[in-house]
C-alpha cells in the first residue's frame, strides 16, 4: 500500500496500534483501511474473507430455527459483525473489544462500514474484555460466539489470554452457550494442538482452511489462507 493516511492512533500495553488508508493494492482504485501494532499489520480490509466467514460458517452451522443472539469478541473493521447482521436470523449481535478508540472509530465513521453499522439497533458495541466474560461465570447464553482478536491460539496479543485456547478454558466458554450453540474462532494459521482442544471440549468440533488470493497490479496474486476452528454443543 502507498502513500498512507494515517487516520487515528493510541498507545496501549500491546504496542502502538493506529489506523491508517491507503491505496488499493491492484490499483483498481478505492481505498483500502488498515490497522497496524507497532510496525506489524493486524488486520486489513483489502480482502476481509475469512473474517466475514467466521460468522457466515458459523450462522450456518446452528441447526436452530429461530433468531440468533451472536458474541463477537474483537471489533475491528467490523467485518465479523457486519456478515452477523446480514443474517436475518441474527436477532442481537455484541461486539466486545478491549480498545475504546476502536469503538470510536465506528462511532466516529473513520472505517467504511461505520455507517451500516451505526445504523442497526441489533448491534451493541461494549468496551470490555471479551476473554475475561466467556471465562467467567455465565450470566446469559448465546446462540453463537465469534472470537477474533489474536493472531493465533499460539500468538496471542497478551500472554494472559492463554488459557482461552486450553481445554479448561473451552470448558467455561462452553457454559455461556445455549443449547446448540456454536463457538467459532479465527486464526491466521491452522494449529492441531487447538484442533485437538476443541475436539476434547466439544461433541461436534471442525476447521474450516479459508483460502483466496489477492491480485497485484506490479506482480504476482498473493495467495492468503486462514483457518476458522468450530465446537457446537447439543441442542
Request: net charge negative; with cysteine.
Amino acid at each position: 500500500m502507498n502513500e498512507l493516511e494515517y487516520l487515528d492512533s493510541a498507545e496501549r500495553s500491546i504496542g502502538l496500534i493506529y489506523l491508517c488508508r491507503g491505496s488499493h493494492p491492484d490499483a483498481r482504485g478505492g481505498d483500502v483501511y488498515d490497522v497496524w501494532i507497532d510496525g506489524e499489520l493486524l488486520m486489513s480490509d483489502v480482502s476481509p474473507v475469512s473474517e466475514r466467514q467466521l460468522a457466515t460458517s458459523a450462522i450456518a452451522a446452528h441447526k436452530g430455527t429461530g433468531k440468533l443472539r451472536i458474541l463477537v469478541g474483537g471489533l475491528g473493521l467490523g467485518h465479523t459483525a457486519d456478515a452477523a447482521l446480514k443474517s436475518p436470523r441474527a436477532s442481537e449481535v455484541r461486539v466486545v473489544d478491549a480498545m475504546d478508540f476502536v469503538i470510536d472509530w465506528v462511532k466516529r465513521g473513520l472505517i467504511p462500514l461505520s455507517k451500516s453499522l451505526n445504523e442497526d439497533e441489533r448491534l451493541l458495541l461494549v468496551q470490555g474484555d471479551v476473554y475475561g466474560d466467556v471465562l467467567g461465570p455465565a450470566s446469559e447464553a448465546w446462540d453463537l460466539i465469534l472470537i477474533d482478536v489474536d493472531h493465533s491460539p499460539d500468538s496471542p496479543l497478551d500472554p494472559a489470554t492463554l488459557v482461552f485456547y486450553t481445554a479448561e478454558g473451552q470448558a467455561r466458554v462452553r457454559e455461556h452457550l445455549a443449547p446448540g450453540g456454536v463457538v467459532a474462532v479465527w486464526s491466521a494459521h491452522d494449529n492441531d494442538a487447538y484442533a485437538a482442544v476443541m475436539a476434547e471440549a466439544y461433541p461436534e468440533s471442525w476447521r474450516e482452511s479459508v483460502k483466496w488470493s489477492v491480485p497485484h497490479a506490479a506482480g504476482p496474486d498473493q495467495e492468503l489462507h486462514n483457518t476458522l476452528f468450530f465446537g457446537r454443543i447439543e441442542a
